[in-house]
Structures are given as C-alpha cells and as structure tokens.
C-alpha cells in the first residue's frame, strides 16, 4: 500500500513512539485513582455483545457464536460499553467506569481507529452538569500525569487548567453560522428540512436534494462549528436537538433539546455526554428510527438488545460519559496521529500478504 505507515515493531520507530506511549500509562494511572478517591467502581464490560448500538452512523464488527448444540449466533463486538454498563447501574451500582476496549467498522483517519479504548463513566441519582465538572477534572489531572501544560493538535493549543467554555448548539450555529438552529426544530421534535437546507445554502454550504435535516445538521457542525471548538480553552458543547441525541433525556424548560454535550479541545472531539433516557418505549422508538435510517443508507440494521430495554426500565436516574481516551493521550503528547499512542496499532489491510 503506498500510503502505508511503517511497521510500528521496527526499533527506531518504536523509539520514536515510546514517549507516548509510556505517558498514555501515567495518564491512565493518574485518571483511575481519579475515579478511586471519589468511590467509583471499575468494571470491565464485556466485549461480545447480540446488539454492537443502534444509532445510525456506528457501524460493528460481526462475528458468531457457536454454543454447545453446534447452532450458530450472531453477535457482535461492542461500539461501546454503554449497554452493558446500564445494566450494572439497574442492578444497583451507584458509580461506575470501564476502561473499555472499543470496536468500530467503516472509521480509520488521523483522529479514528478501527479497535480504541474508550473511558466511560457513570453516576446515579446526580445530573449531567456534574459529569461538566468530571471532564474538565480530567483534563487537568491527565495533563498533570503527562508533564505538559498545554494541550496540542495541528497548530492548536488548549489549556487543560482553565475552565472550559460552555456553549449551547443555539449558541454556536448563531455565531459561527449565522443560523437560527432551533427555528427548524418543533416542540414536537419534528425537524424542518427545508428550511434548515435553505439556511445553510444561503450560508453557503453545499447541500444535496437526497441530504436529510440530520445530514446537514452534521454538514454544518463539521464545517463551520468544529474548528472554533476548544481553541485557548475546552469547550462544552451542550443542548442538542432531540433527535441528534439517540440516548438522551429531554432538558426540562425546552422539549426540542436534550441534555446532552460534548467536550472539545483543540478542535477535537474528545467526549459525549448524556443525562440518560430511561424510558424504554421511547428508547425503542428511537433505535427503530435510527434503524430504518440505517437500511435507507446503507442498507443493513442491528437488532435491538432487548435485555438492555428491560434493564433500562429499572435503571435509577442517572448521567454517562464516554470519552476516547486515545485522544486525550494524543492532546497531552502533541502525537500527529491516533497510532502514534497505540501500542500495537490494527494491522492495515494488505499488510502482510503474499
């Protein structure tokens, strides 16, 4: 493959990465006695899974179970721990993280790996504002772990020190876009496709007749909101639409919007942040929506995990996080690229062959 990166085992390059590598385990220490102090949990959940997510744009990896009778399953390997980890909090565990080996198909870039360790977290009874708190806590004690004082990536830098800008979706398309966001959103959650896509070609970003509101909702987030994210500071991201947060509850005062953020530095994205939705029928409404817009593009679907909506009707109150803590490394290091803090990156395709 022409654009193939050297083989991460060759002794220079190795030395090359070490660094990194040998920071991504301090910041890995200092962020699990993080956790410890405050009377987290670690759990460790499992990776085979009947459902990989059910939200439109992840994609797993397949695999089969054999059981003892010789009939063969389908399963899956995780596109995160999520499912897995609100059954534990519907069995009763107050406060939970997993350091979680992660699987995702169709996703390989600077910032994007097929397999990556996710770090989520989990509090019962308490509101998602405190997992604000969490995620800007974690930035300081995993630049501390690391040495550094600034985060970095492609020519921009964040202070992990300081606290963090907050921003409504609202808030941003106005500024960086000059749209009224939600005068395309109902208090039904019904979306206006035609009047967001005539916003956005009047702000002069492209949009096709087959682009659902959803498609150019991301369109205009990756374009002309992203790269103002996490620059001098983290930003936190908060108040999507309801229907750009799959798992998430509804935010008391405004129905269109739901409690849910996401953390930026650099201009990256490192977290996403739910108040969790613990109503099943409404969960279930939500994946099969996700599904059949799934088949409408890429024509497959995932089964809904069952067992995950029975538990999610005992679940307590409660608010999650998922943050990918190979970014997180990668800010801390200045690395180009994911790999570079991966200790043996995922083999390219071809790599290898005769």
Same mark, same amino acid.
């Given at each position: 493959m022409t654009n193939a990166l050297p083989p991460f085992w060759r002794p220079d390059i190795h030395a090359d990465r070490r660094p @990194?590598?040998?920071? *991504?385990?301090?910041? $890995?220490? @200092?962020?699990r006695r993080w956790f410890e102090a405050r009377d987290f949990v670690e759990v460790e959940a499992a990776i085979l899974q009947v459902s990989p997510g059910n939200e439109t744009h992840l994609h797993g990896f397949a695999t089969t179970l054999i059981d003892d009778a010789g009939a063969r399953h389908p399963y899956y390997l995780h596109t995160s721990p999520e499912f897995a980890a $609100? $059954?534990?909090?519907?069995?009763? !565990? &107050?406060?939970?993280?997993?350091?979680?080996?992660?699987? *995702?198909? *169709?996703e390989r870039t600077a910032l994007h790996h097929p397999e990556f360790t996710m770090l989520e977290w989990y509090r019962a009874g308490e509101?998602? !504002?405190?997992?604000?708190?969490?995620a800007a806590a974690l930035l300081a004690e995993a630049a501390r772990a690391a040495g550094v004082t600034t985060l970095h990536w492609r020519g921009i830098d964040a202070d992990p020190f300081a606290e963090p800008e907050r921003l409504t979706l609202q808030e941003a398309f106005r500024r960086h876009a000059g749209i009224d966001l939600l005068r395309t959103v109902t208090a039904d959650n019904d979306?206006?496709?035609g009047g967001l896509a005539a916003d956005a070609a009047e702000a002069g970003i492209r949009v096709t007749d087959d682009d659902s509101w959803s498609d150019i909702f991301s369109r205009i987030l990756a374009e002309r909101i992203e790269p103002h994210l996490g620059r001098g500071r983290a930003t936190i991201l908060c108040e999507y639409p309801i229907s750009e947060a799959a798992l998430a509850r509804p935010k008391p005062g405004d129905p269109r919007v739901s409690e849910r953020f996401e953390l930026y530095a650099c201009g990256v994205e490192l977290a996403n942040a739910f108040g969790e939705l613990t109503d099943p029928a409404e969960q279930r409404r939500r994946f099969e929506a996700d599904m059949d817009e799934k088949a409408r593009i890429y024509g497959e679907r995932y089964p809904i995990d069952e067992d995950f909506l029975s538990a999610l009707a @005992?679940? &307590? &109150? @409660?608010s999650g996080i998922a943050l990918g803590f190979d970014r997180l490394v990668m800010l801390c290091t200045g690395a180009r690229r994911i790999e570079d803090v991966l200790w043996t990156p995922v083999a390219e395709p071809g790599r290898g062959a005769a």
């Open positions: @990194a590598l040998l920071a *991504r385990g301090r910041i $890995k220490a @200092a962020l $609100k $059954k534990l909090l519907a069995a009763g !565990e &107050p406060r939970l993280f997993d350091f979680a080996r992660v699987f *995702r198909n *169709r509101g998602y !504002e405190t997992l604000m708190q969490d979306v206006d496709r @005992a679940m &307590p &109150p @409660a």
